[in-house]
């Protein structure tokens, strides 16, 4: 199990700002397909995915109790 933070954009597509993913997650990749498939009208290559607080790649690994954030790109001016 992780828990899920959502930020901005991506938290109201979701529709909520935290929740639990009970299923194992390998790496961040397979988060990114999981994610995905369950909010399709998202583009999850944009979205930043910080695992504990740093900044994450697709192939770094996820384990139980893990903290995830989901950052949407931010515009300025």
Do not use: C
């Given at each position: 199990?992780?828990?899920?933070?959502?930020?901005?954009?991506?938290?109201?597509?979701?529709?909520?700002?935290?929740?639990?993913?009970?299923?194992?997650?390998?790496?961040?990749?397979?988060?990114r397909?999981?994610?995905?498939?369950?909010?399709?009208?998202i583009?999850w290559?944009?979205?930043?995915?910080?695992?504990?607080?740093?900044?994450?790649?697709?192939?770094?690994?996820?384990?139980?109790?893990?903290?995830?954030?989901?950052?949407?790109?931010?515009?300025?001016?």
């Amino acid at each position: 199990m992780v828990l899920i933070k959502a930020f901005g954009k991506v938290k109201e597509e979701v529709g909520l700002g935290e929740f639990r993913i009970e299923e194992e997650m390998r790496n961040v990749k397979s988060l990114r397909k999981y994610l995905g498939d369950k909010y399709p009208t998202i583009q999850w290559s944009s979205v930043a995915i910080a695992v504990n607080k740093q900044y994450a790649e697709d192939q770094d690994p996820l384990h139980q109790g893990d903290e995830i954030a989901l950052i949407p790109p931010v515009s300025g001016g």
